[in-house]
């Protein structure tokens, strides 16, 4: 059986990734592409490393689109809470990427947001989107708001050890360094080549919108209250999330604890792969896994966990298929690379 | 009045910065380059973008040198430790942008490095050359250990910290962000373009041997003992180190706490400088400045401190020169770039 | 039904790529992988980004392979003459992706190598493996060898305009960009990513030895001998190859007649498309695809065509299982990627 | 004696690198900061890699000028005719270092921008300032017209070779790879990272504009008129411009007589080398210097130069520097870099 789907918000890199996933996919037909102001234009003009260029791209006004099986949701902070009540309304299975039904209360969102939310009574309506934590949940939801970047790199490497009282739930330190598609495709002056070309640097010190949503997944999937502090970085390349966290130990815990622990949290989760090695972000591009690795830091004995995903595929369109193919009851993997693609 | 200076391992990155340093001193006279197996070689096969490029690399061997003002030497690890103990007994002035005389006991070298030191006798000679924080003994030293890139931009960053107890000397995770010429220029998979462009990795978790050299460089400057998490990462980019630092707080601290200290402490310090903004490594990439910043993460009150520097000028070639201008009297700033060059 | 497939070179960049290709590819089956030095590794730790990480790499060596449906050899020029005699004497269909049989004679390899082939008597039994030039003798033959990034580039964008004789066949300049992977992996100064990031070099100026191949290709394609000036560069980039040629046209030319001699040669071909600005290789990246391109230089009358490949794909792994699935009987297309994925 | 200078179009690439020059030019004094949008704004705010950053950026309107010795302009195209006359009205010695003024006559200057000339009279007044062919004209004009970067590359290579009939005037084709500084820094969908990272692409192909300019410059060294093919390439790196040029040979010529010819051309010109080897253009970048490079392709006997500068520098403010440097009568390379600085 094939399921119809939409994607709004396919001009963007992460519409980008969903149309190639999309298509790819055995069991899904793309039937519109929904855009703002590239409404209007070939697909090709936006995208011209997909095929079926002459496809064109239609609104992303929810009442423009046809009874989909399946709308994923590809737009900036704040544009998809309208379109994801509407939809719904409609009965329609809905998959959130941005940050707008991620947070699970109005005090939460407001407080990280900094705005009220424009429709504080849908948030419980939707479920967070790891299917390796939420999978329940998930495969019984038809509105899923699936996590970005970050907070999916983080979450993975976290939620595990302080389910298992490895480590302290305050003093958590992560550090991300992301591609530079993680910030989207607008035109910014910092995202010119020559401002992010043989150059890295740290952003939104301390005041990151993320933050509380890492300290929230990690706490649903836990059960325990976390602090966290955040600081990402911009470094010059395409794609890929390295998150490097340090926290204390709780008690006496080895290498082998922390490993361990987190491969029987993702015993047979086809995505999340716990290795040998510090994890590099090349291992991943391309590919929708997770790449997990812990140790000790023998002299202070201080927890030090690595993460590494792509940001446009676990950490955004990758992971919106994951949850698409657990909501409508495919296998988990289906449409969805595990090879990497970088030399 | 001109001084005659020789450079051994002119042939390596910081080699080849020191010689362009050097070229352009006003008071400085390269009369000799020195390297291993390109000895022999002209200057220009070597390194193309120098100027006079029909002068022959010479030897590394000291007894070949003749008896310059002051010696620079860019060595491997390990292979100054000869080398300098020989021209110290000849009464020259070292400049040693090696490790091998960096830590101040025979113990320490040992936990660091896991070898015994080969001349642990001379170990005290030698003076750490962080010309802001040591200048006045570096003004009466003739041998200086010149520190390298992730020790110059850590402790840098948190010794007036420490110094002035607002931050806790424990509990200190220091990750850094470096440019791939801090790797060296020797032929090594891990550092060919097809393993380093579009990605990103932390490497020596946990293990690093420049650990115990921030530590006790932190100690020297501060008189308190501390303890460092250290986790480096390689970065597609080819100069610049960002470190981006967190500690617990002593105390009631607040950013222009943090701030202030620092200023203070580098109160007519020409290169280090503290910025209103979180630094970003092309504003330093061809200076021999260091930019720092400090906040507070207000939900846990961690202190973050950022700090950029680009690693073959402060963090290798510049601040061996900047030492030589403190030991030969000269201006501290005579030679050495303050303009980056970046886009 | 499933055909079985030895990869010889799996190690390198190309041998990588042949491994996911044939991976997913829904009618391979991958039963050997063949290496050098590399022999008894894990494929992980040679290809961390590639699943099945726990398959061992094998022997190199052909009387180390099983009896398979065929094999691809991805082996350092020089590399692949004697195993490739050997395998085909056992009746074994082979693609060559290296440059031992695409010669056509004894004195043509002479005079592009410098070196005599060891196996001159058994060059006419290879085909040389263009699928959308050479189909028809690709599909009858069980010896063939798939040409490289730059001649694959340069001969679909020139074949059809020399056979339409739209160009003059002397005064042809060809100037090929390549990005990194094209070079290889193997460990040499000119690859560390310190030679590479930030800049650009023409390299075998005058000499490189695919430009006898390129002539070879056009005029086995058209009937008509061609000489081609060829200027290869490297350029700071994994992936792709972009080459701008230049040839006087004969007669009165349009950019019409120009593309549409493109588009008439290539009708029905899945992997060539003739397309209406000029390609970029971010376009292709990751997709088998040529994309074609031609114009006239109003002032001068000088035909212009641009032609953009992944060098990976469409000028290595690509190409070769394209020759694979025409060999076998297969669509064109099974297991190869029509989408890029740039960004 | 100093000399005041201003600087208008301080907040572009090229104005930045004007800027640092000009403030570490022994001879030059900088009075002056000009900007549109920018102008108020701090110094640090548009260029945080350059000292000095609490200076303001003042207005670019000429009439806020005050009376300098000698006006930079790094202006778009179009805006530099009217500040330009103006100055020169005022008796200020201005070098240009847009396009406005570069043509000789309005019908060449329409032919190459489509559109008339708003102060036709004013072109003779200006010299084209490429010091190393027009020198004396320069040292006695007050207005002086510095070229880009791709006429500058093309033209060092190209005219000593057209001048001393060493080439067909006819046929020549330049294909120029540049970095992406050369771009500008204005804001635009094509200059984004994700955009231009891993890719190259050829622009403006058969109408870039600056082609006349290149034809005008070659005639005017060489008092031949000659035809040329230009098509430039966008890289991804920051700086650099290779020129990779082919051109037929008249009669016979070896390539010592082609490096014999630029090694004559340029005797004593100290930015301008003729080196063994083909150069690259990290050999350039950071240095005023053009080096350059010549052979025969031997099977068809073309001749091959290849041209590498730095495109900020010898392509435009370091150009914009030496222009100036010889209308006051300074040495010719005083404030500018010879040596590079990557890696």
């Given at each position: 059986?094939?399921?119809?789907?939409?994607?709004?918000?396919?001009?963007?890199?992460?519409?980008?990734?969903?149309?190639?996933?999309?298509?790819?996919?055995?069991?899904?037909?793309?039937?519109?592409?929904?855009?703002?102001?590239?409404?209007?234009?070939?697909?090709?003009?936006?995208?011209?490393?997909?095929?079926?260029?002459?496809?064109?791209?239609?609104?992303?006004?929810?009442?423009?689109?046809?009874?989909?099986?399946?709308?994923?949701?590809?737009?900036?902070?704040?544009?998809?809470?309208?379109?994801?009540?509407?939809?719904?309304?409609?009965?329609?299975?809905?998959?959130?990427?941005?940050?707008?039904?991620?947070?699970?209360?109005?005090?939460?969102?407001?407080?990280?947001?900094?705005?009220?939310?424009?429709?504080?009574?849908?948030?419980?309506?939707?479920?967070?989107?790891?299917?390796?934590?939420?999978?329940?949940?998930?495969?019984?939801?038809?509105?899923?708001?699936?996590?970005?970047?970050?907070?999916?790199?983080?979450?993975?490497?976290?939620?595990?050890?302080?389910?298992?009282?490895?480590?302290?739930?305050?003093?958590?330190?992560?550090n991300s360094l992301s591609g530079v598609t993680g910030a989207g495709r607008s035109l910014k002056p910092?995202?010119?080549?020559?401002?992010?070309?043989?150059?890295?640097?740290?952003?939104?010190?301390?005041?990151?919108?993320?933050?509380?949503?890492?300290?929230?997944?990690?706490?649903?999937?836990?059960?325990?209250?976390?602090?966290?502090?955040?600081?990402?970085?911009?470094?010059?390349?395409?794609?890929?999330?390295?998150?490097?966290?340090?926290?204390?130990?709780?008690?006496?815990?080895?290498?082998?604890?922390?490993?361990?622990?987190?491969?029987?949290?993702?015993?047979?989760?086809?995505?999340?792969e716990v290795i040998d090695v510090p994890p590099q972000t090349r291992w991943v591009a391309g590919s929708?896994?997770?790449?997990?690795?812990?140790?000790?830091?023998?002299p202070t004995g201080t927890v030090i966990v690595l993460s590494a995903i792509d940001n446009l595929l676990?950490?955004?369109?990758?992971?919106?298929?994951?949850?698409?193919?657990?909501?409508?009851?495919?296998?988990?993997?289906?449409?969805?690379?595990?090879?990497?693609?970088?030399?």
């Amino acid at each position: 059986m094939t399921y119809t789907t939409a994607i709004l918000g396919a001009s963007g890199y992460a519409g980008g990734e969903l149309v190639r996933l999309a298509d790819d996919h055995p069991d899904l037909e793309v039937v519109h592409l929904g855009a703002y102001t590239k409404a209007g234009e070939r697909l090709g003009s936006v995208h011209p490393h997909l095929p079926g260029a002459d496809r064109t791209l239609g609104s992303n006004d929810p009442a423009d689109l046809p009874d989909v099986d399946l709308v994923f949701m590809a737009l900036p902070h704040g544009a998809s809470a309208a379109p994801g009540a509407a939809l719904a309304d409609r009965g329609l299975r809905v998959v959130d990427l941005g940050s707008d039904y991620r947070m699970d209360t109005a005090a939460r969102y407001a407080a990280a947001y900094g705005t009220d939310h424009p429709h504080p009574e849908r948030l419980a309506d939707w479920t967070y989107g790891i299917p390796e934590l939420f999978g329940e949940a998930i495969a019984t939801s038809s509105t899923v708001a699936a996590p970005g970047c970050y907070p999916t790199s983080a979450i993975l490497a976290l939620a595990p050890l302080v389910t298992d009282r490895l480590i302290a739930p305050d003093g958590i330190v992560v550090n991300s360094l992301s591609g530079v598609t993680g910030a989207g495709r607008s035109l910014k002056p910092d995202l010119l080549y020559g401002a992010v070309d043989e150059s890295v640097k740290a952003y939104a010190v301390g005041t990151h919108r993320h933050r509380p949503e890492i300290e929230q997944g990690i706490e649903h999937a836990s059960g325990a209250s976390v602090s966290v502090v955040f600081t990402p970085h911009l470094v010059p390349m395409q794609r890929g999330i390295l998150s490097t966290i340090t926290a204390r130990p709780s008690g006496t815990v080895t290498p082998d604890h922390l490993n361990q622990a987190l491969r029987a949290a993702y015993k047979g989760a086809p995505f999340v792969e716990v290795i040998d090695v510090p994890p590099q972000t090349r291992w991943v591009a391309g590919s929708n896994r997770c790449l997990l690795w812990a140790t000790i830091d023998e002299p202070t004995g201080t927890v030090i966990v690595l993460s590494a995903i792509d940001n446009l595929l676990k950490g955004a369109a990758g992971q919106a298929v994951q949850c698409a193919n657990v909501m409508l009851g495919l296998a988990e993997t289906a449409g969805l690379p595990i090879a990497g693609w970088l030399p």
